[in-house]
């Protein structure tokens, strides 16, 4: 148990659906970030948010959506998704966004778009 | 344009014997780089980390090392256990860039008994 959760655990949705991932975590941590992982490839950011900053990552498609409503929820609004946007989603949390301060993960949302 | 490399997708050893997972950068303004372990069904967890000013970082039965001239860093596990079976993330980053991670691929360390 690392302290950050991660719901819900598989997703399987259309490509005209609109869901939700949500994550909560419970390490009075200040930032927040969200990960993609897709099959064979190395994790990659997407969103940061922080005390400090908010940071979207320019190439992540407007069909995501982060919210993030206090320090301790997290939330990944999906709509109109691709086939090719199934992945592990993770989720992680940290002190601060700044400098080594160590990111904690969540077990991650399985999404698959038929 | 993949700034962290890990070659290997998968490494088997003995228990007992000394298991080394390699990793390549090609940025070279990356001054602190991470190791994580991830095992199925879970997310990654933090293992051991070494900043550039190093070249060497040490805990318990984990060392990690830092080659700058070559952009290159290694995990040491010794002894390996079957517990160490897990995919091993080699991260790194700018220290001076805030938090934003840069993940190698992964590699799937098997230990067998």
């Known amino acids: 148990e690392t302290g950050v959760t991660q719901t819900p655990r598989h997703l399987v949705m259309g490509m005209t659906n609109k869901k939700s991932l949500k994550c909560e975590q419970h390490l009075g941590h200040n930032a927040m970030y969200w990960y993609k992982q897709s099959a064979k490839k190395p994790l990659e950011l997407m969103f940061v948010?922080?005390?400090?900053?908010?940071?979207e990552n320019n190439s992540v498609p407007s069909r995501f959506s982060p919210e993030c409503p206090n320090s301790s929820h997290l939330f990944l609004h999906l709509h109109t998704l691709q086939p090719e946007d199934s992945a592990l989603y993770l989720c992680a949390s940290s002190h601060t966004s700044a400098r080594r301060d160590t990111q904690y993960f969540g077990p991650g949302t399985r999404l698959t778009v038929l | 344009d993949q700034q962290v490399k890990q070659n290997s997708p998968s490494l088997s050893v003995q228990e007992g014997r000394i298991s080394i997972l390699n990793c390549d950068y090609t940025?070279?303004?990356?001054?602190?780089f991470l190791w994580y372990k991830k095992y199925p069904a879970e997310g990654p967890t933090f293992l051991i980390s070494i900043s550039s000013i190093k070249d060497k970082n040490e805990d318990g039965r984990f060392t990690v090392f830092l080659n700058k001239s070559a952009k290159h860093l290694s995990l040491h596990i010794v002894p390996s256990q079957p517990g160490d079976s897990a995919v091993y993330f080699c991260?790194?980053?700018?220290?001076?860039?805030?938090?934003?991670?840069?993940f190698g691929e992964g590699t799937q360390l098997t230990v067998n008994p």
């Open positions: 948010y922080s005390l400090e900053e908010r940071v």
């Open positions: 940025n070279s303004m990356f001054d602190y």
């Open positions: 991260a790194a980053m700018v220290e001076t860039s805030g938090s934003r991670l840069t």
